[in-house]
């Protein structure tokens, strides 16, 4: 199975159609927890680092264009110091969410922070962790993604 660039995928997937909102949503959002259940957080979490690992960027500009082709939303740099990066996602599909009093709660971004890891951690080649942090009044999503430069992938 040979690998292709997030670009190829995108290409090949928008020559037909996109998928609408209300698909996406269905599956992320109905569909994915009742298959994996009370775990379906970390499992996602995972999936986004595996992600991460079949379409490798070298970049922060080649990851805020993923996440726009993929339709997460909009990302955006906050602040970066020697150990930490802090972003910003937002969409209008993250406003629905959020603006959704019933289960606005039960929401959450471990998809992206598994990617936003896993591609901090090939491109610094230090061990990487982000943690989500959704703020429901501005309905976006801050990201911080931690690595120790001591912590060397091996």
């Known amino acids: 199975m040979s690998k292709n660039t997030a670009t190829e995928v995108h290409q090949e997937v928008t020559i037909e159609e996109t998928v609408p909102a ?3 949503e269905l599956i992320r959002e109905v569909l994915l927890p ?3 259940g009370d775990d379906t957080p970390e499992i996602l979490y995972w999936a986004g680092k595996k992600l991460a690992r079949k379409f490798p960027l070298s970049s922060l500009e080649e990851i805020i264009d993923f996440f726009h082709q993929a339709g997460w939303g909009h ?3 906050l602040k970066e110091s020697k150990n930490e990066l802090e972003l910003e996602l937002s ?3 993250i406003l629905n969410r959020m603006q959704d009093k019933k289960s606005r709660d039960s929401h959450h971004f471990q998809l992206e922070a598994g990617f936003l890891a896993e591609q901090l951690e090939m491109q610094k080649q230090v061990i990487s962790e982000a943690f989500e942090h959704p703020r429901k009044k501005s309905a976006k999503v801050h990201f911080t993604i931690k690595w120790d430069k001591k912590d060397i992938v091996s």
């Open 34 to 36: 009742e298959i994996l």
């Open 22 to 24: 209300f698909g996406y």
């Open 75 to 77: 990302l955006t740099i």
């Open 91 to 93: 969409s209008s599909i």
